[in-house]
């Protein structure tokens, strides 16, 4: 059009060779991004400067960067919440409504009985980064059957398995067999939902060896696959690159600041973000240099005035 002020839909079709059908379909698709609007005289096509196009595009797509940051860190409040009051709940839950399971093998044994009898769908949290060879050796056959009998398997995993050859290798060959995975930089808590009838949970969040709540109560399952959903939703699909800028809610970097900021000690936190400690002072140097931050104290600060907390 630029090249051709003034030409019609029918003029365009002996130029460029297309159909008419094709030509007004990307005629619709310029104006629908603001490159041409329909001039007031005589209802002619005008193309609008590229100047003026681009800022408009580039105006666009922030607010919709801001509305996704708006609703991930929202999500994000939510799930600790949640996790929360279910933590406060559970050990005063009435003899019945949830079954206690006691040792790592009795755990694996139940959520082996639970995937085979899945239906519909499996849904994952497994934090921790790297996971054993005995949890990645009891998995992957669980795995594959289900994949096999056409269960969808959706899986979140920490942006810290990249750190670790075998959970990774785990992770792509899901990927590859039909599975859906993705990461984030930490997880709320440890969790497999089998078709939205009964949820496995930690007794204890914070230390998985107590064992584990088989919870069928409709209400809770519920509860915890929106939970799931709602970081399902603000994860990174696997095998595109980590998130690491700060203006990026979802990034390894913003995490530890929000941990931080919550009162996590460095052991703490480096547990719910799947790396070693060496690793977690390692980011908390980073922050502070990004932040121009001399102190901790000053780090909690400058995080506040640039709006990161």
């Known amino acids: 059009m630029l090249a051709h002020p003034g030409a019609g839909v029918l003029e365009f079709v002996h130029i460029l060779g297309w159909s008419e059908e094709e030509i007004r379909a990307a005629l619709d698709e310029l104006a629908d991004l603001s490159l041409l609007h329909l001039h007031t005289d005589g209802g002619a096509l005008r193309v609008v400067s590229p100047r003026v196009a681009l ?6 797509q922030q607010a919709r960067v801001a509305e996704q940051q708006l609703a991930l860190a929202e999500s994000h ?16 839950r009435p003899s019945g409504t949830a079954e206690s399971i006691i040792g790592l093998q009795a755990v694996r044994q139940r959520i082996a009985e639970l995937g ?16 054993s060879p005995a949890s990645i050796e009891a998995a992957k056959p669980l795995t594959q059957e289900q994949l096999s009998r056409g269960v969808r398997v959706r899986t ?10 075998a959970t990774y290798e ?26 939205r009838e009964a949820a496995l949970v930690p007794l204890d969040p914070e230390d998985t060896s107590k064992g584990a709540a088989l919870i069928r109560e409709p209400g809770a399952v519920a509860a915890f696959r929106a939970l799931f959903e709602a970081v399902w939703e603000g994860a990174q699909p696997f095998g595109e690159p980590v998130r690491r800028g700060l203006d990026d809610p ?15 000690t460095d052991e703490a936190a480096a547990r719910r973000l799947g790396v070693s400690l060496r690793t977690e002072r390692r980011l908390i140097t980073e922050l502070m240099e990004r ?11 400058r995080a506040m005035e640039h709006g990161l907390l």
């Open 156 to 165: 979140v995993y920490l942006d810290s398995v990249r750190n670790d050859a």
């Open 250 to 264: 979802g990034s390894q970097l913003r995490e530890l600041l929000r941990l931080l900021a919550q009162g996590y």
């Open 291 to 301: 932040l121009d931050a001399q102190s901790r104290f000053q780090l909690g600060q």
């Open 116 to 131: 085979e009898q899945a239906e519909k769908e499996v849904l994952c949290f497994s934090p921790g980064g790297g996971q």
């Open 55 to 60: 800022e408009t595009l580039i105006a666009r």
């Open 77 to 92: 409040a939510a799930a600790e919440a949640f996790i929360a009051h279910y933590s406060e709940l559970l050990p005063r």
């Open 170 to 195: 785990y992770a792509r060959w899901e990927t590859e067999q039909g599975g859906e995975t993705r990461t984030v930089p930490a997880l709320p808590l440890r969790m497999h939902i089998v078709d």
